[in-house]
T-cell receptor
Framework: DAGVIQSPRHEVTEMGQEVTLRCKPI?????LFWYRQTMMRGLELLIY????????DSGMPEDRFSAKMPNASFSTLKIQPSEPRDSAVYFC?????????????FGSGTQLSVL | GNSVTQMEGPVTLSEEAFLTINCTYT??????LFWYVQYPGEGLQLLLK?????DKGSNKGFEATYRKETTSFHLEKGSVQVSDSAVYFC???????????????FGKGTHLIIQP
């Protein structure tokens, strides 16, 4: 299996532009998570999906952030409009939920820089 | 709510030294506990886990024991190597039933630097 695939690896954009981050989870996994990592705040859970349905989006910082999962093999995280404080590494992770202490598989992340 | 507290870094050690990275947690019920490791430029990888009290997780010479009485899950290794240099995250999952799809709650990470 190729693991969790994220694209792009690096994104540099200007303030006010729309940014779309993409994630392909591991085939057969039923849960998908978006995390944001910064030096100041560490790793924060933004939103997670179970069977393609958003379960908890309380970590999404503002209405500028939105996430979708149209099918079991694809998810997007969109920021519109982007701001410099959105600069961070965004990780997607997936897991197969069995109720026995799930292991998350992380992608390599998208390094976002908003100028 | 759930929370994880781990020691501040960076932690700098010489090769072959003994390592302890402290981790304590707050959760209701019976969470599962994890240590993840992040190498430069990569995503997090599971290092070890424990799903119930007194369980010991181990992998690659690292160990951690789930101590419910002290709500701790300290990471230890007897003899570290330069290749162990990375950021280590303590995390917990669930709490009510020990599992569930509610995502992991992570500590802020401890940067470990091993010098030759």
């Amino acid at each position: 299996d190729a693991g969790v695939i994220q694209s792009p690896r690096h994104e540099v954009t200007e303030m006010g532009q729309e940014v779309t981050l993409r994630c392909k989870p591991i085939s057969g996994h039923n849960s998908l998570f978006w995390y944001r990592q910064t030096m100041m705040r560490g790793l924060e859970l933004l939103i997670y999906f179970n069977n393609n349905v958003p379960i908890d989006d309380s970590g999404m910082p503002e209405d500028r952030f939105s996430a979708k999962m149209p099918n079991a093999s694809f998810s997007t995280l969109k920021i519109q409009p982007s701001e410099p404080r959105d600069s961070a590494v965004y990780f997607c992770a997936s897991s197969l939920v069995t109720g026995k202490g799930e292991k998350l598989f992380f992608g390599s992340g998208t390094q976002l820089s908003v100028l | 709510g759930n929370s994880v507290t781990q020691m501040e870094g960076p932690v700098t050690l010489s090769e072959e030294a003994f390592l302890t990275i402290n981790c304590t947690y707050t959760a209701t019920g019976y969470p599962s506990l994890f240590w993840y490791v992040q190498y430069p430029g990569e995503g997090l990888q599971l290092l070890l886990k424990a799903t119930k009290a007194d369980d010991k997780g181990s992998n690659k010479g690292f160990e951690a024991t789930y101590r419910k009485e002290t709500t701790s899950f300290h990471l230890e290794k007897g003899s570290v190597q330069v290749s162990d240099s990375a950021v280590y995250f303590c995390a917990l999952n669930g709490g009510v039933a020990g599992g569930g799809a509610d995502g992991l709650t992570f500590g802020k990470g401890t940067h470990l630097i091993i010098q030759p």
